[in-house]
């Protein structure tokens, strides 16, 4: 199915693409490097590091963060010196579940682009590819994805690469926009963007990268209004939502075990990046040299 040239599904893995056009590359990226997409592909629009601090600290933001956090927290294990990673932007919830690990890391993909966390201390934060972590095998504990599977150019390929990190037995928790909710509708919030996802679609690509859901939540059952006077019943409705409306709940989040009994299959492939020097002022250096040859041969 087509809309308005923009195809709903991929030819592999039938994810659904950005309901809309646009560049997926923000400009703190676009000045970093430049990326090969596959042909073929649409790439899902995602909402940059600026519009994404500006979203949280609104006031909108702030109940949403805060909705989230009680997700997570129904169904985070806590974990003693644990290895956290991440991915996304997570810093909100970092600062909340990250406090009693050992190492506490924050992954922010080179299209959205990166801040300095922690505010005060030593920078835990890298500027990565989802499908291309920076991490040996079976090096993390936990990650934490927000804001990130709902943008990546292959969900199935950024689960294997997380598949790949995670410790025997390591947890994964995945916060995505619900299809079904009214959240991923608008596009004045950062959930309004990217690849929603249904609960049964977000299992089966669970599935199928060898992880096993473990637990279930949700989160976001007000109406994303910026009107005050809507803000101010936000408990009223959440609590309400949560009872009577969770299928249509704006967030689902879900945490995941890594799954051992079935191995995968090992395939060498080549990174679909190219790096070219955007800044580069070769040609102003070759004029450069030219004139300068010119100046000595006629002092000669």
Known sequence: MQLGGITR???K?????????G???SRPARHLLRRSVP????????????ALRAFYSSLIGRLAERSIAMAL????????SERLVGLGYTLPWLDRFGGDAERCFAFMPAAQGAVAWPVGGACSTALVFEEELPLPDSSVDRVLMVHSLEHAENPQQTLLEIWRVLAPGGRLVI???NRRGMWARFEHTPFGTGRPFSRTQLAEALREANFTATSWSDALHFPPSQRRAMLKLHNLLEQAGRRFWPIFAGVLVVEAEKRLYQGLPVAARASRRVFVPVLSPQ???????????EKE????
């Open 297 to 300: 041969g006629q002092g000669a």
């Open 175 to 177: 916060a995505v926009p």
């Open 9 to 11: 599904h991929n030819a």
């Open 23 to 25: 560049d997926c590359l």
């Open 73 to 80: 927290s129904a169904i985070w294990s806590k974990g003693s």
């Open 13 to 21: 893995g039938g994810y659904p693409t950005s309901r809309e056009p």
């Open 283 to 293: 040609g102003a250096t070759r004029l450069g040299a030219t004139r300068r040859v």
């Open 39 to 50: 042909a073929g592909t649409v790439p899902a629009m995602i909402t940059d590091i600026v």
